[in-house]
Structure formats: structure tokens, C-alpha cells
């Protein structure tokens, strides 16, 4: 099926540990994001890339790191977990960032857990 | 900077009933505005997408209506079924190329 593929779905790590969020959309999106969802928080963009070669901050971006490896891979890294870390990160992708007429496709998501 | 909000957090309705969830935004200058659905442990599945010149879109049972002067959008959800149970929510998408901005959600639990 065409979409958002993430990986993994779930992953535990130790505080202090690094590891990478990988996103990948067959759709020819130009633009790709990474939101994270915490109860009572709803979705807060950490880092969105509007085009290949371009990243900009979201509104929670400290702690994080990203890549636009092409145009359907967009990458999410955490350097050094903290447990504050822990939450549900969702990639998504559109056609554009603003003027999108398809909307945003959302991936199923990926279940971190820092310990 | 766009804030969106949604009342109730939560809303409980017997089978059968319909019902209407309430989405507001504080800056009236959008694009469009989409809703979503999310089921308990899924990513979040594309409802309605209505854009800035639409005043309403319709899927099955859904209609989404859209006043951006007034900074509103509702869902109507006719019929309500208890497949209807899940967390529904509203994001606008605003000028200046900025992404998605969420409401945290409205939880819909339809009681057989």
C-alpha cells in the first residue's frame, strides 16, 4: 500500500543511548515532518523539511536531529534519550506545507520508550 | 501563532445518536483545515480535508463545515455507531509555509 512507512514500531532504550527514527513516503511528496504525541498534549512538530536539502525547527526540537536523506526519506535522531524522550512519534508527509491538496499522510508511528 | 482547540475532550453517546464535534482556531487566515481519526495505539487516518474557499465536505456519514471568520469547524457524524469510537482531530494549516497545526482532540466513545 502507498503512504508513510515508519520504523521501528516500538523500541526501548537506556538513558544516554542514540538511536535513529527511519521514514520513508512513495507518494513523491515534497515535504516531510516529525510530530511526537504525549497525553495531554496532542501532536507538537519537532522538525519538518518543506523540500529536499531543506530542515527547519518545529515548536520541540531540542534533543533531536534530523536528515533528508532524498525526497522520500526523512530521518528523526536522538542523540543521547533522555526519559523525557518517551512518547509516540509520528512522520508524515504532503504535497506541500501549507498548500496541500491532499492533505498530510500520516505513518502508523513509532513507540519509544526511554528507561 | 495559530492555536486550535477542541471542546469536549471527551464526549460519550448512546448507538444511534448524532453528534457534532466542535473545532475553534485563533487566526483566521488559513488554507485549509483537515480532520483526522486515531484509534487507540494507530497513527492517525485522514478524514476530511476542506480548503480555505469551501464552506463543507461529505463522506458517508461525515460532513465537516469550515467558518473561517468566525475561527470554526465542526464534524457531524450522523448515526453514530459504536465503530465510531475513537479520537478525532482537527488541524489547520496556516500561510508563512507553516506545517499542521493539531487540536488535542476530541475522545468519541458510542455506546451499543
Known amino acids: 500500500n502507498a503512504g508513510v512507512t515508519q520504523t521501528p514500531k516500538f523500541q526501548v532504550l537506556k538513558t544516554g543511548q542514540s538511536m535513529t527514527l527511519q521514514c520513508a513516503q512513495d507518494?513523491?511528496?515534497?515535504?516531510m515532518y516529525w510530530y511526537r504525541q504525549d497525553p495531554g498534549m496532542g501532536l507538537r512538530l519537532i522538525y519538518y523539511s518543506a523540500s529536499e536539502g531543506t530542515t527547519d525547527k518545529g515548536e520541540v526540537p531540542n534533543g533531536y536531529n534530523v536528515s533528508r536523506l532524498n525526497k522520500r526519506e526523512f530521518s528523526l535522531r536522538l542523540e543521547s534519550a533522555a526519559p523525557s524522550q518517551t512518547s509516540v512519534y509520528f512522520c508524515?508527509?504532503?504535497?506541500?506545507?501549507?498548500?496541500?491538496?491532499?492533505?498530510?499522510?500520516f505513518g502508523s508511528g513509532t513507540r519509544l520508550t526511554v528507561v | 501563532k495559530q492555536e486550535v482547540t477542541q471542546i469536549p475532550a471527551a464526549l460519550s453517546v448512546p448507538e444511534g445518536e448524532n453528534l457534532v464535534l466542535n473545532c475553534s482556531f485563533t487566526d483566521s487566515a488559513i488554507y485549509n483545515l483537515q480532520w483526522f481519526r486515531q484509534d487507540p495505539g494507530k497513527g492517525l487516518t485522514s478524514l476530511l480535508l476542506i480548503q480555505s474557499s469551501q464552506r463543507e465536505q461529505t463522506s458517508g456519514r461525515l460532513n465537516a463545515s469550515l467558518d473561517k471568520s468566525s475561527g470554526r469547524s465542526t464534524l457531524y457524524i450522523a448515526a453514530s455507531q459504536p465503530g465510531d469510537s475513537a479520537t478525532y482531530l482537527c488541524a489547520v494549516s496556516s500561510p508563512g509555509n507553516t506545517p499542521l497545526v493539531f487540536g488535542k482532540g476530541t475522545r468519541l466513545s458510542v455506546i451499543a
Open positions: 507518494m513523491n511528496h515534497n515535504s
Open positions: 508524515a508527509s504532503s504535497e506541500s506545507v501549507s498548500l496541500a491538496n491532499y492533505g498530510y499522510t
